[in-house]
Nanobody
Framework: QVQLEQSGGGSVQPGGSLTLSCTAS????????EAWFRQVPGKEREGVAV???????RYSDSVTGRFTISKDAAKNTLYLQMNNLKPLHTGMYCC???????????????????WGQGTQVTVSS
């Protein structure tokens, strides 16, 4: 089982930036696709960004052009750079990874096996 340890998050004003990190307990060359999800109370978990081992990426409409998913393989760490944040981006962000080496780019939670503990992002003035 892969353990994912998250850091980052916090509160920021609209237009601000934050970076989330997610460090895996294993060599991530053994991990398939990786993603970030946002959870808001009363709503379904939403996939916001996903990358596959080929470094291809996909973003939800609400974050395209604002968020960037990236990975530092030497550190086994996944990042989510969030720029020009809006109040609608508020939520609990979780990283996720799949054990299956697969090159599709789903934004659905059932495509992922292991999850980080979550970190809160609040965007408000």
């Amino acid at each position: 089982q892969v353990q994912l340890e998250q850091s980052g998050g916090g509160s920021v004003q609209p237009g601000g930036s934050l970076t989330l990190s997610c460090t895996a307990s294993v060599d991530t060359s053994r991990v398939g696709r990786e993603a970030w999800f946002r959870q808001v109370p009363g709503k379904e978990r939403e996939g916001v960004a996903v990358r596959n081992p080929d470094d291809r990426t996909r973003y939800s409409d609400s974050v395209t052009g604002r968020f960037t998913i990236s990975k530092d393989a030497a550190k086994n760490t996944l990042y989510l750079q969030m720029n020009n944040l809006k109040p609608l981006h508020t939520g609990m962000y979780c990283c996720a990874s799949s054990r299956l080496l697969c090159f599709s780019l789903p934004l659905s939670s059932d495509a992922f096996d292991d999850w980080g503990q979550g970190t809160q992002v609040t965007v408000s003035s």
